[in-house]
């Protein structure tokens, strides 16, 4: 059985309102997804690495991997135009080169403080269960809102939970749900979660952590450099 860590690169980060890709820019002199491809590196239970690439950076990513040493990269497949195309493209591709049992975890190229405790509750959690997201406690009031103004809903926090990445499966099921999503016209759901949830199956959860930071906005970049100083 192989362990196989997809990372996802193929966002644009328009939200960060940079020049280039937020993957790719740098904290401390290093790239995002540098940290991010080392925590799949570092982990003794993940056997290859595979990287959903944004066109044209490519040739920036094997620069990168031979930087920073790391050996596990095996693939680079094209992104889509949406985030379900993408990580469709990297699951077919690696459909035609691994077998069905291989467990896949499917994971964001701007989540780079992954932890291998992280890792390992979720390969655990698929071998023993299946479909499998990494989530952590909801601790805000959560408000419902259709004008982005106002609201007259909240909804229950202990019910909710906070979504984080990686999220996975067996490949044999990947390539049955993304078929599945194509039967039904799905196209563009946002995460691997929530087209299990679309398609009527259900999802298992694994432990996360807030120190998993999403880096989307400006902000983040500081509270990422706050983690790693800390870190040491």
Not at 16 to 39: G, H, L, N, R, S
Not at 75 to 82: E, M, T
């Amino acid at each position: 059985m192989t362990n196989i860590a997809l990372i996802i690169a193929g966002g644009v980060g328009a939200r960060m309102q940079q020049a280039i890709p937020k993957q790719f820019m740098t904290v401390f002199d290093k790239p995002i997804i540098a940290y991010t491809m080392e925590c799949f590196e570092k982990h003794p239970a993940i056997d290859v690495i595979a990287v959903v690439c944004l066109d044209g950076w490519d040739n920036v990513l094997e620069s990168y991997a031979k930087q920073y040493n790391i050996t596990k990269l095996k693939h680079i497949f094209p992104a889509g135009s949406v985030g379900q195309e993408s990580i469709k493209n990297g699951i077919m591709g690696l459909a035609e080169i691994y077998d069905k049992d291989s467990v896949v975890l499917i994971h964001d190229a701007i989540r780079p403080n992954l932890s291998k405790d992280i890792i390992s509750d979720c390969l655990s959690s698929i071998k023993t269960k299946g479909f499998t997201v990494v989530v952590v406690p909801c601790n805000e009031a959560m408000m419902e809102t259709y004008d982005f103004e106002t609201s007259n809903k909240a909804f229950p926090r202990d019910n909710l939970k906070r979504t984080q990445t990686p999220q996975g499966a067996t490949l044999g099921q990947l390539v049955e749900l993304h078929n599945k999503a194509k039967e039904l016209g799905i196209t563009e759901s946002i995460a691997t979660c929530t087209l299990v949830t679309e398609v009527g199956w259900k999802i298992y959860f694994s432990t996360g952590s807030g120190k998993n930071i999403k880096i989307t906005t400006p902000e983040d970049i500081e509270i990422f450099k706050a983690l790693l100083k800390q870190e040491g």
